[in-house]
């Protein structure tokens, strides 16, 4: 059974802190995002990395990193965390871009205070 | 670049009634449509898709969709709605061509409520 973990379902953070949230799956694809998740926008693509090292902007990367050094693990990285950064966090991953199914990680919930 | 209109944000439906959920896109390619459904608490998972072929697409739990390109439209319908079905519910759409760029882009969601 495919699996995409996320490293914490809840976050609580202080404004300018530096917040990592980590992502594994354990389907060998090349392919994997993080989503921000907000109530009435959807979800809109961050970042999305399509092989190890290699990354690519998505929609809103600004005030957002991310570090893949395994195939398996994909980290978003809040320089500083924001409150307009208060949101739910979801992790994907596929084994090819466009056609196959992408697979969800439950989601962190983020909260900075 | 593609988009996607999701007409209606909350849908509520009697159990036993039809579901119908309304999904529109914009694409300049033929594209390709995926709706996922998210339960409470829960990441999303697939309901089903359409790539090429057929343009009637069968997926989990009694769903269907039909790709009609003439009113680029997909539309997601269940004959008979469960109470296990009330979940939210995304359309997205993604080009369905090589460089044509590999973004998936969700519609803002549906949710679907399910009463007695």
């Known amino acids: 059974d495919v699996k995409v973990t996320q490293s914490s379902r809840y976050l609580v953070k202080r404004t300018g802190e530096k917040v990592f949230l980590e992502c594994v799956q354990d389907m060998d694809h090349e392919n994997m995002f993080w989503y921000r998740q907000d109530p009435g926008l959807g979800l809109r693509l961050i970042y999305f990395s399509y092989d190890v090292k290699m990354k690519e902007k998505g929609d809103i990367p600004e005030g957002y990193s991310v570090s893949r050094e395994k195939k398996e693990r994909f980290s978003l990285i809040l320089e500083s965390a924001s409150t307009n950064q208060t949101s739910m966090y979801l992790c994907a991953s596929t084994l090819r871009l466009r056609t196959d199914t992408q697979y969800f990680g439950p989601g962190t919930r983020l909260t900075v205070l | 670049a593609q988009s996607v209109t999701q007409l209606g944000s909350h849908v509520s439906v009697s159990e036993g009634a039809l579901v119908l959920l309304r999904c529109n896109y914009s694409?300049?390619?033929?594209?390709?449509l995926f709706w996922y459904v998210q339960y409470p608490n829960q990441g999303l998972q697939l309901l089903l898709k359409?790539?090429?072929?057929?343009?009637l697409v069968k997926g989990i739990n009694g769903f269907e969709a039909e790709f009609k390109k003439s009113e680029t439209s997909f539309h997601l319908t269940k004959p008979s709605a469960h109470m296990s079905d009330a979940a939210e519910y995304f359309c997205a759409v993604t080009l369905g061509f090589t460089g044509g760029g590999n973004k998936l882009t969700f519609g803002t969601g549906t949710q679907l409520k399910v009463e007695l």
């Open positions: 694409s300049s390619v033929p594209p390709y």
């Open positions: 359409y790539t090429t072929g057929a343009t």
